[in-house]
């Protein structure tokens, strides 16, 4: 029903920046709260941020706060994760996913779609 598709990782330095883009297809995306997670090698998978469908709310993990900001375009069917500020240990695979989440949008299991993830690698 829904497919996601992220880009926009790479190789950056230590302070610099990227944007990371997540594409989707399929019906009624404007209502999906939309959320971004990461996983380092041989650590689990954490949340990140999230925004709600309407735009109006996103949320952050307290390691990003003040570095990464989340928006959407809900017109092209596109969140992003503006990451600023990147440190060594944002090195991981970001995905994103997308689901009818409540109060536990920080939780893996309240979305229901995943993208294939994008790699994200910072140099010291």
């Known amino acids: 029903q829904v497919q996601l598709v992220e880009s926009g990782g790479g190789l950056v330095q230590a302070g610099g920046s990227l944007r990371l883009s997540c594409a989707a297809s399929?019906?009624?995306?404007?209502?999906?709260?939309m959320g971004w997670f990461r996983q380092a090698p041989g650590k689990e998978r954490e949340f990140v941020a999230a925004?709600?469908?309407?735009?109006?709310?996103?949320y952050y993990a307290d390691s990003v706060k003040g570095r990464f900001t989340a928006s959407r375009d809900n017109a092209k069917n596109t969140v992003y994760l503006q990451m600023n500020s990147l440190k060594p240990e944002d090195t991981a695979v970001y995905y994103c996913?997308?689901?009818?989440?409540?109060?536990?949008?920080?939780?893996?299991?309240?979305?229901?779609?995943w993208g294939q993830g994008t790699q994200v690698t910072v140099s010291s």
């Open positions: 399929g019906h009624t995306f404007s209502y999906y709260t």
């Open positions: 925004i709600s469908w309407s735009a109006n709310n996103a």
């Open positions: 996913a997308a689901g009818y989440t409540g109060s536990y949008y920080y939780t893996m299991s309240e979305y229901d779609y």
